[in-house]
């Protein structure tokens, strides 16, 4: 894999110098408190190995989408106020991003110590690129390091357009994702068995071109089902369907048989006749859901057969859930599938996303090997694309 050469934290000599590091700090917060400080927790391997080597370390990261303008209810500040309390140092918050206030604080650091900047999205120059704008945050520093898988994906200033400026190498979260997944697609342990769900067969047909030529099995589930069930000819009722992506949906079926990939289709599934948690149930089997109903869920025999796929794999990446988990009525597909996955033994790989949220939400998080912290960017990874935040790292 192209991402794999990087150049890490490790690779540097960061004492006594100026280190920008674009973090991933997109938390949840509701309430004026934060719900979940897993994306801050991710980011201090990083910050502590670089604020122990005697770096200057400044923070950099976006949250949520005020647009280009200031917005108070979008402030780093409860973040800045969480990360000095997990860290157990003072972390120093500027009230701007590349201006008067940011250049004081970060010209006033000393080794070891840890600024944030402004959320970078109160300028609308980040999401552009600008050039003088990535300038303008890359002289704050002397090194670059990009911490933040889950915008990886996006060419933005503070994810790559500084690296024009500065020395650019990878953070240890960074380095764990792109080794793991990349370790997984370049050199897996077989039998490699991906499975892939979620609503739409558009969203996957990179990633399914890409893991074809890798795989021994694919197991597909979610609403995407029922594109490739209709384009066999079956009844799929009113469930969710891309018609305009019937004759692809063929074409994936051929291409796997070319390739010897054992393409599984649900042969059961759960069915309801509304989109709603308390909707009335019907289980169908094989390819034919009534006319008033949808699919919802992949049935318990389908449940039987992917486990036993599973069982059997040395390698497995899992992107996407099964059914409508959000609704605990048809999160049992879901469910099971993650509970598969955990007991295997296998090298086992979540994509991200949905099928992230899903794993954690059923206690399985501590069960596999590797939680890729990126949705967008994890599946853009999978689908063998050079990611922007990624590519413009230093080689070895």
């Known amino acids: 894999m192209q991402a794999l050469n990087k150049k890490t934290i490790e690779d540097i000599n960061a004492r006594g110098k100026k280190v920008l590091v674009r973090c991933d700090f997109n938390v949840p917060i509701s309430g004026g408190k934060i719900d979940d400080v897993k994306r801050i927790a991710e980011s201090l391997p990083t910050i502590k190995y670089l604020a122990g080597e005697g770096a200057r ?11 280009g303008r200031f917005d108070p209810k979008f402030s780093l500040k409860i973040v800045a106020e969480k990360l000095a309390e997990l860290l157990g140092q003072t972390v120093a918050m500027a009230s701007d991003v590349i201006g008067e206030d940011a250049k004081a604080k970060a010209s006033a650091l000393k080794d070891g110590e840890i600024m944030l900047l402004e959320n970078v999205r109160f300028h609308d120059e980040e999401e552009k690129n600008d050039p003088e704008f990535s300038k303008s945050l890359a002289s704050l520093a002397e ?27 990878a953070g240890y979260l960074i380095n764990k994702e792109i080794s793991v997944m990349g370790g997984a697609l ?16 558009s969203d996957k047909i990179g990633v399914i071109n890409n893991l074809l030529g890798k ?37 994936i079926v ?11 289709l649900p042969i059961d599934h759960l069915a309801a006749d509304a989109f709603k948690n308390d909707a009335n149930q019907k289980e169908c089997f094989g390819a034919c859901i009534p006319d008033g109903w949808q699919g919802m869920d992949i049935g318990p025999e389908t449940v ?25 009525n048809f999160a049992n597909g879901t469910k099971e599938i993650a509970r598969a996955i955990s007991e295997s033994g296998a090298v086992s790989i979540i994509g991200g996303g949905d099928s992230a949220a899903a794993v954690e939400k059923m206690g399985y998080a501590d069960k596999v090997t590797h939680i890729s912290t990126g949705g967008g960017a994890a599946l853009e990874f999978l689908e063998g694309l050079e990611l922007p935040g990624i590519a413009c790292l230093n080689d070895r």
Not at 57 to 67: D, Q
Not at 234 to 249: F, P
Not at 304 to 328: C, H, Q, R
Request: glycine share 10%; net charge positive.
């Open 57 to 67: 370390v400044i923070l950099c990261s976006h949250l949520g989408r005020p647009k």
């Open 143 to 169: 090194i670059y390091v990009n911490d933040a898988f889950g915008t990886a994906h996006r060419a933005h200033s503070s994810t790559a357009g500084v690296a024009a400026y500065l020395p650019a190498v």
């Open 186 to 201: 370049s050199e897996p342990k077989k039998p490699f068995v991906a499975i892939l769900g979620g609503a739409k067969v």
């Open 215 to 251: 795989v021994d099995a694919l197991l597909i589930g979610g609403a995407m089902t029922y594109t490739f069930v209709k384009a066999n000819g079956g009844q799929i009722g009113y469930s969710l369907c891309e018609n305009d992506k019937l004759y692809t949906a063929r074409e």
């Open 254 to 264: 051929e291409k796997a048989k070319e390739a010897n990939v054992r393409l599984l």
């Open 304 to 328: 039987n057969l992917y486990s036993g796929v599973i069982k059997e794999a040395a390698t497995i990446i899992w992107n996407g859930p099964m059914g409508v988990f959000e609704f605990d």
